[in-house]
Structures are given as C-alpha cells and as structure tokens.
C-alpha cells in the first residue's frame, strides 16, 4: 500500500528570502515537519549578492534576521520526532556543515537533495521543478 502524506507548504510564504527559497521536509512514520530559510526583515536584494553557496551566511542572520537553515528549521519542528526520519531538500542542492551537524543530532538517516546544480543550464528544469510538476499533475499542489 502506498503512504500519501499531504505537506502544508504555506510556509515557504512566510517572509521569503530574496535569493532562494530553500524548504527542509522531514518524512518519518506517515508524519512530515517542514521548515524553511524564512527571514523576520526579508530584503527586496540579498544581501549575499553573487557570493557562491557557503559563503555570507551572517549576513543572511544579521541583515535578514534568518534565525535558521531550512534544515534546521525542520529539525527544531520535529524535535525528537525527527530521529529516524528522511529529510527531502528542496531548493538548493548543498547543506552547509552547522545544517549537517544539526541534522545528525537529531538523528536524520538520509537527506534527499531536489535542487538545481550550478553546472546545470538554465533552461533545464531541476529535480525540484519536476517534483513539483509531477506533484501538481496528482493533485497534491495547485
């Protein structure tokens, strides 16, 4: 039997960050927390400009008020629930080492990354644009 689990993602609405919205879904026993790289003083530019993945984040916490990654954002939902899960990345296509260490704490098996690669072409859609896609087609997002 196939598990379909319904993923409020009304979230990622909230105070959007200017360069990329990256959402953190962790999957466990039919249950699902969602988090996501929302800023309290979203900017209208990053404020990271053109500097590559990795580099700049103070800025997204000290300009931005980002408090978390979205991966830790996820983890903090869940709590002890998040212990034997999966998370699903969408978004982005790295996680940071304080993400990473954050989500072995919590005890996260597997992450499953769905972002688009900078050595992918623009016109090419990603792994994300083709969940989403597919997700749309069964009726699981409008």
Same mark, same amino acid.
């Given at each position: 039997?196939?598990?379909?689990?319904?993923?409020?993602?009304?979230?990622?609405?909230?105070?959007?960050?200017?360069k990329?919205?990256?959402?953190?879904?962790?999957?466990?026993?039919?249950?699902c927390?969602?988090?996501t790289?929302?800023?309290?003083?979203?900017?209208?530019?990053?404020?990271?400009?053109d500097?590559p993945?990795?580099?700049?984040?103070?800025?997204?916490?000290?300009?931005?008020? /980002?408090?978390?990654?979205?991966?830790?954002?996820? *983890?903090?939902?869940?709590?002890?629930?998040?212990?034997?899960?999966?998370?699903?990345?969408m978004?982005?296509?790295?996680? *940071?080492?304080? *993400?990473?260490?954050?989500?072995?704490?919590?005890?996260?098996?597997?992450?499953?990354i769905?972002?688009?690669?900078?050595? /992918?072409?623009?016109?090419?859609?990603?792994?994300?644009?083709?969940?989403?896609?597919?997700?749309?087609e069964?009726?699981?997002?409008?």
């Amino acid at each position: 039997m196939v598990s379909v689990i319904n993923v409020d993602m009304s979230v990622t609405e909230e105070a959007p960050c200017a360069k990329q919205t990256t959402v953190a879904i962790i999957i466990k026993d039919g249950d699902c927390w969602v988090g996501t790289n929302r800023c309290s003083s979203p900017q209208e530019e990053c404020p990271r400009g053109d500097m590559p993945t990795g580099v700049g984040y103070e800025k997204c916490k000290d300009i931005c008020g /980002q408090e978390h990654h979205a991966e830790v954002d996820a *983890c903090l939902e869940a709590g002890e629930n998040a212990r034997g899960g999966i998370m699903v990345l969408m978004g982005h296509y790295y996680c *940071c080492d304080d *993400c990473l260490r954050v989500m072995e704490e919590h005890g996260i098996e597997a992450v499953y990354i769905l972002g688009k690669e900078p050595h /992918q072409e623009d016109d090419e859609p990603s792994d994300e644009d083709i969940v989403r896609e597919r997700m749309r087609e069964l009726g699981y997002l409008d």
